[in-house]
Structure formats: structure tokens, C-alpha cells
């Protein structure tokens, strides 16, 4: 039975950690500034602020889409207490090995970065080496029909709230974490070796002020019907709430855009950015939001069928 309760506990404290830790970016303090910014955006496009209670409805939060994100969120509670935590073990021991190697291979470190020198280029580092990632790794989720197949579940939501970030299949949280887990472990150990060990690996692990700013200035809006876009030229540097809503919308000519996380330039270097500049109206989900899953299992099992609902070979929707 203790067992059980420890195993209870480490769920629960997996959710919990998503209100409370500030490097999530369901913290609670992000949805304060998202709501603030939601009510700025409500004014200055309306000029009212009547349509504040819609944010609330029962349409948006109790929709079935929403309910199966609450599903797969409890679900992937237990999943990660049962292995992912395996993917901080792994990006530590890769930023060993990695400071170890350049140890070999180089001898000491003979200018070694000063601690403050190493943790701000560190950072710079980590920010823009960690969302090149994450534009590459969703663009291949796009792109490849297997990994399309664990990936659609994110997008076959018809109703999106700031929890539909964590609408993830299990082997696309695997996924992630593995990434995450490489270019941590890349970094942190070369980081290491240039600042002569003289900053330890867990230093580098809470550090991150950039993604502070970016969870502060209305990440949890992405996910969201709160339409706000940045200033234009902008929009070209950073990608906006807006533009992530039009990377879930069902039309053809979004299909395949908007692919970065917090910056713009990849899509824009690579031919994938579309400014909202031009978007009037949005629907979310699948473009056959038929075959959108509505139970658990039927979420976790489908990418495994060897065909969809209309008897087709899993592709992507791209």
C-alpha cells in the first residue's frame, strides 16, 4: 500500500508541478499575465470587454475535445512518474560524457569562461539551439507518416485552451524528452568543459530567462480563441499566439506553417511563415474532424491501426 501511495503522490505531484513550477508554462502565474493580455486584446479589438465571460464558456472547457485533453493530460501524469523522468538521467550522463571527451581530446580548458559568462552563453545558447530543435522535430511530425500518425492527436482538437499544449501522445512525449534530453546534454557538457568545471551540470539545468519572458508575455494564449497577433514586423522574429492558431487551422494554405516555438526565423529562413496579417477567420482540428478522436483509447490505440476510419493509409494531413 505504501507503494501505491508513493506512486499516487508522484502523479499527483506531476500535475501539481505544472501550476507551480515557474518553468512550466502552465504556471500560475502565467495564466495571470495571459488573462491580463486576453482582456488587453478583448478591448482593443471590441472595445468592450462583454465578451470576457466567452473565455469561461462551457463550449470552450467542457467540449469533448476538452475533456479528452484533460484525459491525456491525467494520462501522461502516470506515464511520465513510470519513465520519462529516465530522460533528465540521460541528458546528464550525455553532458559527462561530452565534457569528459573534450577533456580527452583538448586537455584542460586553458581560458575557461567565467561562471556568469558561461551561464549567459549558455542560455543564448540553449534558446536558440533548443527551438531550432523544436521547429525541426515538428516539422518532421508533419512530414513523416509515422510520426504524423502520434502527432495528429495534438491537432485533432476542435476547441483549444491553454491545457491543449499537454495533448500529446505518449511516443510523442518520448520523443520530445529525447530531444530535449540532446541538446541539454550537448550543451550543458560543452559549457562545462569551456568554463573549466567550474559550474556544475544542475546550474545549468533551471537556467533560462528567455523562455521566463516568453511564458510571461502570453504563451498560454497560442492554445487559446483570444486572437493576438504582434506588431507585424515582428511577427517575422517571434511567432505570435495568433500564429500558432493559424498552425492548428483546417485550411489548406496553413497546412504546414508556423512550425516554431518561440522564434519566427525558422519558419521565415525556411519558407513556412505565414504573418496574420491576412487571416480573417479560423477553424481548429483536422481538416476531417470526423475521424477526431473522442475516447481515451481510441486516442492512444488509433496511430497504431495500420489505416484510418475511411479505410486510407495513415499520411500526413500536410
Known amino acids: 500500500m505504501s507503494r501505491v501511495a508513493d506512486i499516487l503522490g508522484d502523479i499527483l505531484t506531476v500535475l501539481t508541478d505544472y501550476l507551480i513550477v515557474p518553468s512550466q508554462r502552465l504556471h500560475y502565474g502565467y495564466w ?14 471590441q472595445k468592450t470587454l462583454r465578451g470576457w465571460t466567452a473565455v469561461f464558456s462551457r463550449k470552450v472547457w467542457l467540449n469533448p475535445s476538452a475533456k479528452l485533453d484533460y484525459k491525456i493530460i491525467v494520462f501522461n501524469a502516470v506515464f511520465k512518474v513510470g519513465l520519462l523522468g529516465q530522460f533528465l538521467f540521460f541528458g546528464i550522463q550525455l553532458s559527462d560524457w561530452v565534457g569528459m571527451r573534450l577533456q580527452e581530446w583538448f586537455g584542460p580548458c586553458l581560458n575557461p569562461l567565467s561562471e556568469s559568462a558561461a551561464l549567459v552563453s549558455y542560455t543564448l545558447a540553449l534558446t536558440l539551439a533548443g527551438d531550432l530543435s523544436v521547429y525541426v522535430v515538428h516539422r518532421m511530425m508533419h512530414r513523416v507518416p509515422l510520426l504524423w500518425a ?15 499544449q499537454l495533448r500529446l501522445h505518449p511516443i510523442e512525449l518520448i520523443i520530445n524528452n529525447l530531444r530535449s534530453g540532446l541538446v541539454f546534454g550537448l550543451l550543458a557538457g560543452s559549457f562545462t568543459y569551456w568554463a573549466g568545471n567550474a559550474v556544475p551540470v544542475l546550474t545549468f539545468l533551471g537556467v533560462n530567462v528567455f523562455r521566463f519572458a516568453f511564458y510571461s508575455v502570453g504563451a498560454n494564449l ?28 483546417v485550411k489548406p ?8 516555438s518561440m522564434f519566427a526565423i525558422w519558419d521565415w529562413a525556411f519558407g513556412t511563415l505565414v504573418t496574420s496579417r491576412s487571416v480573417k477567420k479560423l477553424t481548429f482540428g483536422l481538416a476531417d474532424n470526423s475521424t477526431s478522436p473522442r475516447k ?7 496511430p497504431f491501426q495500420r489505416s484510418d476510419a475511411s479505410g486510407r493509409a ?4 500536410r
Open 32 to 45: 495571470i499575465t495571459s488573462g491580463v493580455l486576453a482582456l488587453w486584446v478583448l478591448w482593443r479589438q
Open 150 to 164: 502520434f502527432h495528429r492527436l495534438h491537432h485533432s482538437a476542435t476547441e483549444m485552451t491553454p491545457l491543449t
Open 222 to 249: 497560442r492554445h487559446s480563441h483570444v486572437r493576438m497577433p504582434y506588431w507585424h514586423p515582428l511577427e517575422y522574429l517571434f511567432i505570435s499566439p495568433l500564429q500558432h492558431q493559424i498552425h492548428h487551422s
Open 253 to 260: 494554405e496553413h497546412h504546414d506553417r508556423n512550425f516554431g
Open 296 to 302: 481515451l483509447s481510441s486516442a492512444l490505440l488509433s
Open 314 to 317: 495513415v499520411q500526413p494531413r
